[in-house]
């Protein structure tokens, strides 16, 4: 009897171990493995990212790419017509429920849904199912396999161990953690409606989705105080068309990407992959002629950038819009392309414009901050240099570097998923980080074979597996559903291939 244990009951862990449930009820070894689940919450499927109940906490993907399931990315929207639609008071924007933004709560029931009913599938078929609730705290290699060890003491027996670990909090800014008004992290969103008052001056560190689900954290619970975001760039994200075009690329393909590679006998830079992305917008553009320094938003102001965003997403995007959307599925692949130094200089160079125009907010969210603007309720600042706490008066200087500081009575740390592992604010990371379990990889993340997910150490590589942030450098788009769940089955497909091809007696 073979043991896998997946730690986390997330997205990302439910994908996997759904997955897991599918291959083995088509093979021979469906008795030979037990499955282990730990999760620390009482419900599975939910994680931080689904598990939050307000309104405003919308998905940044229509539905009709949410399915849990590799090969039926429209298993969801099939799920939600069956459970109402665009009726719903939940699902956001136009009456074509493929194309619609749900809650982040009713993807979760969605999702914890699913687990049920492959739970009960395990049992029928004979697989082994334990779900402990519980933190892992520690990995240790034992018997020629692994030993798992949770907080209250126990430990459980793994001959494989995937890591689902889902959204780490950030550990930047600890030096306020000692102040009652910082709230380190904005989920789950109870942290930051306990300890905001109705009136109070509210700071918010990003300016990313992060930061927007904090402000509708706040405006769903009555705020009424001012609101300000603060970032380096002080740029938002672009804004969804309610239903999104479909674009056939004629230049920025992997065709053409791969021929200049084989000519050339060397890796196709960022650059020219970035001049290849510019032609197939210009082809695109009506006009033909793009003023690409115009496109800059680093000195715009935020509001009058979100106006204009507003305006092309009510007309149904534009090609910028148009060529990024057709980029899902490719982007990735050209990532991989890269090797370390180019994936660092994209980041360098275009790194927090991919941020803000690969990852764009709802419409309908969208028209909320604009309302916010225009009661000046919310202001965006750019250019934030440095934090301090003022002992005197009782509240946060926000030092920028162009204009005067900023006072605010609470402060709320939304800059979004860290990228390195050692700035994950998780123990478990850290123990397997001193153990050299797993390997930091410069450009984010921990190091893993891409083509199998497991990781990379000579300490314990061969038998745990890595999906979502975890490994964020080595993949790309690691936050968005349908990308998990594909890298899930490809993690399943060589886990399972090392169990029916030799390693049970």
Not at 110 to 122: D, E, P, R, T, W
Not at 351 to 378: C, D, I
Not at 435 to 441: D, F, H, M, N, S
């Amino acid at each position: 009897m073979k043991n896998i244990t997946i730690i986390g009951g997330g997205a990302c862990g439910t994908a996997v171990f759904i997955e897991l449930v599918l291959q083995m009820a088509a093979s021979a070894i469906a008795r030979d493995v037990k499955l282990r689940i730990i999760e620390k919450e009482k419900a599975l499927g939910y994680g931080l990212a689904f598990g939050t109940d307000q309104p405003g906490h919308l998905l940044n993907t229509q539905a009709e790419l949410m399915g849990i399931h590799v090969h039926e990315p429209e298993h969801f929207s099939e799920w939600l017509k069956d459970m109402g639609g665009s009726n719903r008071d939940d699902v956001k924007g136009p009456q074509d429920t493929a194309n619609t933004y749900t809650t982040r709560s009713l993807y979760g029931k969605y999702v914890a849904g699913q687990v049920k009913h492959y739970m009960a599938k395990a049992a029928e078929i004979g697989i082994s199912v334990e779900i402990v609730h519980a933190e892992a705290m520690d990995i240790q290699r034992k018997s020629g396999g692994y030993e798992v060890i949770c907080a209250e003491g126990n430990r459980y027996p793994s001959d494989y161990v995937v890591l689902a670990l889902g959204t780490p909090k950030p550990k930047n800014y600890q030096n306020l953690s000692a102040y009652s008004g910082y709230i380190d992290f904005p989920w789950p969103s109870e942290r930051i409606i306990d300890k905001v008052q109705p009136k109070d001056q509210v700071g918010i560190l990003g300016t990313s989705l992060s930061a927007i689900d904090a402000v509708m954290t706040l405006i769903d619970n009555g705020h009424q105080g001012p609101i300000s975001l603060f970032s380096p760039d002080g740029m938002l994200p672009r804004v969804q068309p309610e239903k999104p075009r479909d674009y056939e690329r004629q230049i920025f393909t992997i065709n053409h990407i791969h021929r200049i590679k084989r000519e050339a006998l060397s890796q196709v830079t960022v650059k020219e992959v970035f001049g290849l992305f510019q032609k197939e917008v210009e082809a695109h553009a009506p006009s033909k002629t793009i003023d690409w320094t115009s496109l800059k938003r680093e000195k715009k102001k935020a509001e009058e950038m979100l106006y204009e965003d507003i305006a092309i997403a009510e007309k149904g995007g534009d090609a910028l819009s148009d060529v990024i959307q057709s980029l899902r599925y490719v982007a990735g692949v050209v990532w991989q392309m890269w090797d370390t130094q180019e994936k660092l200089r994209f980041k360098r160079w275009l790194g927090s414009y991919w941020t803000v125009y690969r990852h764009p907010m709802p419409l309908y969210n969208a028209y909320r901050l604009k309302a916010l603007f225009e009661t000046k309720q919310l202001k965006v600042f750019p250019a934030l240099d440095e934090v301090e706490f003022d002992k005197q008066h009782r509240n946060f200087m926000m030092k920028l570097k162009h204009s005067a500081p900023e006072q605010v009575d609470k402060l709320i740390n939304a800059t979004g998923i860290p990228s390195s592992l050692a700035e994950m604010g998780c123990p478990l990371v850290d123990r397997l980080l001193e153990k050299k379990y797993l390997i930091p990889y410069s450009v984010g993340g921990a190091l893993i074979d891409e083509l199998t997910m497991q990781t990379l150490s000579p300490k314990g590589g061969e038998g745990i597996y890595a999906l979502g942030h975890l490994v964020n450098g080595m993949l790309l788009d690691v936050n968005a559903v349908w990308y998990n769940v594909r890298t899930a089955a490809t993690l399943c497909n060589h886990l399972l291939s090392k169990i029916k091809h030799g390693y049970i007696s």
